[in-house]
């Protein structure tokens, strides 16, 4: 029987544990310093349930807030479930562990250093010296897997033998993973799709002068439509510019995350706020307060960067974004800027 780690234990982390778990793998969760309570109280219980998802584990999950207690232990699979903003300690947990089976990387996000833009597996290969590098991409809200919602994503690596061998631990009836070697485009799908899944958020408040706000809700898809298009644009020139495939942005990483992710979720919840006039100061103060916006917060740590390393006239909503969010002004979509 495989035996799985997971760091982190936070949304999508738990869905994979459910996933596991249905699997009749056995799977020890590192919980951060986040997950403590939540972990201690889990342990103390009798049922181990989740009171979030409502998920009940089976005695193959354990739960563990130290690492000493597994450091001697041996996995078949090291899972990085943390948010972009537990990746430092990841780093530190495999450093202390020294993994020598593959690692899935299921966290979304950029980070930048000496003015440049790194992908995750990048980050991982310069601190942690990792090789056998695998990267979970494609369309996966966390509710519905753990419901057992037909899902199809993509695990990307280098490695296609690696990609192979996770995608044989994680697939069942319900659970299909496709595989790929374009690493650096699902990587880059997988982030920026957070960025224009707000811009298509936006389409409500953004989709008629004319109307009540009461009949925008009824009269937005034309304007959604034409920002999901320009945002497909946009990703592909940025895939290219990080020598991705474009064929990735046509497929589950691209389109398909960016589909599911424009639906709802959190990113394109701010780009509804945005997009009727809230500002985004006022926004992470109230309506969204201690809720972590990707899609947001990647676009003001990297968004810069990203501007200048890929062309600004190439990036025109990306730009209205990044312009809205750093000076915290109101959101207002130049249409003239992407039409021909």
């Known amino acids: 029987m495989n035996k799985i780690l997971i760091l982190g234990f936070g949304v999508a982390s738990t869905a994979y544990i459910s996933l596991l778990d249905h699997n009749k793998k056995k799977v020890s969760v590192l919980g951060t310093p986040f997950d403590l309570k939540k972990i201690s109280s889990l342990n103390a219980s009798h049922i181990k349930k989740d009171k979030k998802s409502g998920l009940v584990f089976s005695n193959n999950v354990k739960f563990y807030n130290n690492i000493e207690e597994i450091i001697k ?77 037909h899902t199809r994503t993509v695990l990307a690596s280098n490695s296609i033998i690696n990609a192979k061998y996770v995608k044989k631990i994680l697939q069942n009836d319900y659970y299909h993973p496709d595989i790929t070697a374009d690493i650096a485009g699902a990587e880059i799908c997988s982030a920026t799709k957070n960025i224009y899944a707000t811009i298509i958020g936006s389409s409500v408040g953004q989709s008629n002068k004319y109307l009540s706000k009461k009949d925008k809700e009824k009269n937005y898809f034309n304007a959604a439509s034409a920002l999901f298009e320009q945002s497909i644009r946009e990703m592909n020139i940025i895939v290219t510019k990080f020598k991705g495939q474009t064929s990735t942005v ?72 990044l312009s809205s969010l750093k000076n915290n002004k109101k959101l207002k979509i130049d249409w003239k800027k992407f039409s021909n």
């Open 250 to 321: 046509l497929g589950p990483a691209g389109t398909g995350d960016l589909y599911v992710s424009a639906l709802g979720g959190r990113n394109s919840k701010m780009g509804s706020f945005l997009g009727n006039g809230f500002l985004y100061k006022n926004i992470i103060k109230s309506q969204m307060k201690n809720i972590t916006v990707e899609g947001a917060e990647l676009m003001l740590d990297v968004g810069s960067l990203l501007l200048k390393t890929v062309g600004k006239k190439n990036l025109p909503l990306a730009s209205l974004l």
């Open 73 to 149: 232990s041996k996995y078949s699979l090291v899972v990085v479930g943390v948010n972009s903003n537990g990746i430092l300690w990841a780093s530190k947990q495999l450093r202390l562990l020294k993994p020598g089976c593959p690692i899935l990387i299921l966290t979304k996000g950029l980070f930048k250093s000496k003015n440049k833009i790194y992908k995750l597996s990048d980050f991982f290969k310069q601190k942690n010296k990792l090789t056998k590098i695998v990267y979970a991409a494609g369309p996966c809200l966390a509710g519905e897997l753990i419901n057992k919602t």
